[in-house]
C-alpha cells in the first residue's frame, strides 16, 4: 500500500520545492495552511503575497502581475476558485490569456465535515467551459507533483483541482505510468469495460476494476488527469475496443468529466457511456468516508455501473 | 504648467474627443459620455506624465495604464492611435467584427493597452498586481489606473483599497472619473459611495480631488502623488460626463446610445469651434 497522503499537501511541498524559479509570483486568500502555500510562503516571502479573504481581488492582482510576465499562482478553496470569482478568472485571467495558475483546494465531497457550502462539486463543469482553460485533477502524491512542474512549464491559464483529505499514492509504483499534460494514463488493460476515472476516483475504479476481474469482467483503467485539452486518441481507442464506458468522479454527473468524455464518444464512436458521480445534489456535514459511501462514491457503484455499461452493449 | 502646454494639451483633448467621436460614428455605437469625461485625463497621462514608447508598447520598464471603466473604449483607443500606438486610421473599423479594435480594451489585441477590461470592479485589482511586481522586481515604473464614480459601487473596488492602502503602494496612482452619472441616474440616486475621499482614506490612501478637466491640476496631482512614499494616491476627479459637447454635457442618455447624425453633426460643429479657437 502506498503512502497516504493528501494532494493539497503533495502540491504545497511541489510549489516550494520548484519555487527558486524567481518569476513565480504566489497569492493566497488567509488559507495558506489548508491549501499548503503556506511551504513557498515559509520559504519564499518575498515573492508571497495573502490577499486576506479577498478572493477576487486576489485573482485580479494575479492577472496583473502575469501581465508583467509572472508565472502567478492563487489559493483558496474550489468553491471559491471556480464559484466565487468565476467572472474574475474568466475575464481578468483567461480572456486575456494570464499566466495565472487558479489552485482549487478542498473540492468535492471529501472536504467532509463543513458541509455543503464547501464541497465544491461543480468546479469541472464551470472551468472547462471557459475558452482556453486548462483543467487538471490529479489523483495521488506522485502525479500532483509532476502537474506542478507541467504547469510551470506551461504559459498560459490553469485550473487546478486538488483534495482535502489523504489518498493512497499509486501511480509511482504503476509499471510504465507516465505523466503527460493533456494525456491520460492508462492503468489497467482490459477489454470487457473502460473505467475512466479523475481525483481521488481513480484509486476507487482501480479497487472496482479488481472486483470486476473476481467476476471474470476485464474492466480497462484509465486516469484522466487533464479534463481539458481532452485526450480524445486514449477515449475513442478505449471506446473501440471495450465498446463501453463508465466515467466516475467527485463532482456533479452534470458538466464534469462524464460529459466531457461523452462529448468525445458520441462525436467520434458512439457506444454506451454510463456516468458515476454525485447525482446533482448537494453535498451533506460528515467524515469522507462516511460521505463517499452516502453518495455512492464506491467502487460497488462503479462495479454496478460497469455492468450496466456492458448490457447497454449492442 | 505654462499657459501655452495648457493650450497645446487642450487642442490634443479637444482631437482625442473629435476621434473618439468619429469611431463611435462608424461604429454606430459606443460609449460617448464617459469617454468625454475621462479625456482630459487620459490627455496628460500619455502626452505629459506616463514614460511610454509607442515603438516598445511592451517595455518592462514602462509606466502602466488600466482603464477598468473598461466601456470607454473610444477614448483610450483615440489616445493610443494619436500618440502613436496604432494608425488613427483603423479607428474606423472599431467595433467591426473583422477589426481588432473590439467594445472593450483588450491587452493582446491592441498595442498600447496593457489590460483588458469591460467587467467592472477588476482594473484596480489588476494595477496592484503590476505595482506589486514593481516592488518585487524593484523597478521604477509606476502604475495608473481610472475607475468610473458608479464602477466604485463594485465590492471589489474595496477589497482592492485595502489591499493598495496595506501594501502601501506608493507606485500607484488611481484616478476616480467623478461626473456623477451612471446608467440609472445619478449615483446619488442609484446607490450613493460618497463620500469618496473618506473611503479611501480609511484605507489608507493618499487622497486628492481636483477638476478633471483642468490639466494643470491633473498634471500637478500626478506629481503629488509621485512624490508621496508609502502610500498610493487616489485622484477623485470631479468631471462632466460628455465633456465638450454641449447637449451631451450631464445627459446621461449619452452613456452608450448612439447619437443620431444630426446629433453627431453638431458634436462635430462644436469640437471644430473649440479646436480653431486653441490653433490662435
Redesign the interface.
Known sequence: MGEVIATREAYGRALCEFGADENI?VFDADLTICTMSCYFAQKYP??F?N??I?E???????????????T?FIHTFAMFAAGRIY??VR??IA???LNVKVVGTHAGLSVGEDGATHQCIEDLSLMRTIPGMTVICPCDANETREVVKAMIDYDGPCYLRLGRSGVENITDSIPGYKFELGKGAQLKDGDDVTIIATGLMVQEALKAADLLAAEGIKARVIDLHTIKPIDKDIIIKAAKETGAIVTTEEHNVIGGLGAAVAEVVTESCPVPVVKHGVEDVFGHSGTAEALMVKYGLTPEKIVEKAKQAIALKK | MEEKRVQELAAKAVKVRRTALEAIEAAHSGHVGGSFSVADILTVLYWEKMNINPEQPKDPDRDRFVLSKGHCTPTMYATLALRGFFPVEDLKTFRNVDSYLSGHVEMTKVPGVDMSAGSLGQGLSAAIGMALCGKVDKKDYRVYAALGDGEIQEGQIWEAAMAAGNYGLDNLTVFVDNNNLQIDGTIEEVMSPYPIEDKFKAFKWNVLTIDGHDYAQIADAIDKAKETKGAPTVIVAKTVKGKGVSFMENNVKFHGSTPTPEQFEQAFKELDAQAASLEV
Open positions: 509570483m518575498e515573492r503575497f490577499a486576506g479577498a477576487c481581488n486576489m485573482a485580479g492582482m494575479a492577472a496583473g502581475a502575469a501581465s508583467c510576465g509572472k502567478a467572472d474574475q475575464n481578468s480572456y486575456p490569456g
